[in-house]
T-cell receptor, first 114, second 110 residues
Framework: NAGVTQTPKFQVLKTGQSMTLQCAQD?????MYWYRQDPGMGLRLIYY???????DKGEVPNGYNVSRLNKREFSLRLESAAPSQTSVYFC?????????????FGPGTRLTVT | GIQVEQSPPDLILQEGANSTLRCNFS?????LQWFHQNPWGQLINLFY???GTKQNGRLSATTVATERYSLLYISSSQTTDSGVYFC????????????FGAGTRLTVKP
């Protein structure tokens, strides 16, 4: 039981390049989330998916797209990276609608855009 | 949107000391969770506590939803408790949009 896994762990991009961050969970959770964490700050929600086939914007969605590929996988795409997107990105999942709704987090992806 | 404020922003303790971390929120909430981010960046869920009191070993948490605050108690602190503690809330009837506070950075010295 790996929990929530993310790839890659580190990435350096040049301004304007694109990339996709991958996330998978093996806990059979319905809901999945993408957050970014900037230095000295809490996490901010980018996008979430309440169930397979649905996605919704969070607090800071501009510059990002997401795909809920199936129940296990939720990817985050940067179409044209900007230095302001330098951050640590966390994926999370939860069993929303179950007896408790704790969020479980992946190890994070540290992204630097130069 | 809902505002989440945590205090204090920084806390330095000697090993063995007790501490209380506070989380205030500006609106009624459907969900409140406390997380610990260790020095390596991993986020661990400590408590799901939209109301009431829970205990887990040396840690306990209390949420008074009617007064819009939650407290995290750490007793007999250990160096492994160091890291950042985050409070996160979901506004009532919005079941996916979690908002995090800025965190309390705890340093426990041996």
């Amino acid at each position: 039981n790996a929990g929530v896994t993310q790839t890659p762990k580190f990435q350096v991009l040049k301004t304007g390049q694109s990339m996709t961050l991958q996330c998978a969970q093996d806990m059979n959770h319905n809901s999945m989330y993408w957050y970014r964490q900037d230095p000295g700050m809490g996490l901010r929600l980018i996008y979430y998916s309440a169930s397979e086939g649905t996605t919704d914007k969070g607090e800071v969605p501009n510059g990002y797209n997401v795909s809920r590929l199936n129940k296990r996988e939720f990817s985050l795409r940067l179409e044209s990276a900007a230095p302001s997107q330098t951050s640590v990105y966390f994926c999370a999942s939860s069993d929303l609608g179950g007896p408790t709704t704790e969020q479980y987090f992946g190890p994070g992806t540290r992204l630097t855009v130069t | 949107g809902i505002q989440v404020e945590q205090s204090p922003p920084d806390l330095i303790l000697q090993e063995g000391a007790n501490s209380t971390l506070r989380c205030n929120f500006s609106d009624s909430v459907n969900n409140l969770q406390w997380f610990h981010q260790n020095p390596w960046g991993q986020l661990i869920n400590l408590f799901y506590i939209p109301s009431g009191t829970k205990q887990n070993g040396r840690l306990s948490a209390t949420t008074v939803a009617t007064e819009r605050y939650s407290l995290l108690y750490i007793s007999s602190s250990q160096t492994t408790d160091s890291g950042v503690y985050f409070c996160a809330v979901e506004k009532e009837y919005n079941n996916n949009d979690m908002r995090f506070g800025a965190g309390t950075r705890l340093t426990v010295k041996p």
